[in-house]
């Protein structure tokens, strides 16, 4: 069983589109995140979720909106694509406890804008 | 978080052991040294993380200096597989800490 799940792998869309990708996680984690990987091959952290509660904001632009109807889930909606979109887009999870706080990534979604 | 200075890149052969450095002198008392490796085309994966004593499981050892100015992951037996691009990241534990990933090595093993 796949424990971070990521859909759609492959998403081509045409500029000026609004796209979801949607994350679901079977861990029992309660924080869930967002990540970005540009074409440079740098991650940068989006957003990151704790209970369904938004805890970290990297100034990502406000198309960008992630929304988390409960803690197994953190969906990620884009408004208006643009071409700078076009990157991989990885969730993962994670739980703070007694072994630590260890970050679990999805296989990621590779969002190409035309 | 504390930053990590790491070899851009490093090459190994193939059933040899593969030992990366990486730097992270600013690290604080609470934070943890995590290692992650990402395959191509693939997300990030977990190795190995510690606080101070020296750890080891199925995939890697993690030697941390005694004023944990620095760190050395091991493979004991590099394989072709773990071709990859290999992140040292330093964190602390609270629910708010992310990861925050650098450029990491890319380690080459070669037949």
């Known amino acids: 069983d796949t424990a971070v799940s990521q859909t759609p792998k492959y998403l081509v869309t045409q500029m000026g589109n609004d796209k979801s990708i949607k994350c679901e996680q079977n861990?029992?984690?309660?924080?869930m995140y967002w990540y970005k990987q540009d074409s440079k091959k740098f991650l940068k952290i989006m957003f990151s979720?704790?209970?369904?509660?938004?805890?970290i904001n990297e100034t990502v632009p406000n198309r960008f909106s992630p929304k988390s109807p409960d803690k197994a889930h953190l969906n990620l909606h884009i408004n208006s694509l643009e071409l700078g979109d076009s990157a991989v887009y990885f969730c993962?999870?994670?739980?703070?406890?007694?072994?630590?706080?260890?970050?679990?990534f999805g296989e990621g979604s590779w969002l190409t804008v035309v | 978080d504390a930053k990590t200075t790491q070899p851009t890149s490093m090459d190994c052969a193939e059933g040899r052991a593969a030992n990366l450095p990486c730097n992270h002198s600013?690290?604080?008392?609470?934070?943890?040294v995590y290692w992650y490796r990402q395959i191509h085309s693939q997300g990030p994966q977990y190795i190995i993380h510690?606080?101070?004593n020296n750890e080891t499981n199925e995939m890697a050892s993690l030697i941390i200096t005694e004023d944990r100015k620095s760190s050395t992951l091991i493979l004991p037996h590099a394989t072709l597989r773990d071709t990859a691009v290999y992140y040292c990241?330093?964190?602390?534990?609270?629910?708010?800490?992310?990861?925050?990933f650098g450029g990491g090595t890319r380690l080459m093993v070669k037949p």
């Open positions: 979720y704790n209970n369904k509660e938004l805890i």
């Open positions: 600013t690290i604080s008392g609470n934070e943890y």
């Open positions: 993962a999870s994670s739980q703070v406890g007694v072994g630590g706080n260890t970050i679990y």
């Open positions: 990241i330093v964190r602390g534990h609270n629910a708010g800490n992310m990861l925050t």
């Open positions: 510690g606080l101070k």
């Open positions: 861990l029992g984690h309660d924080t």
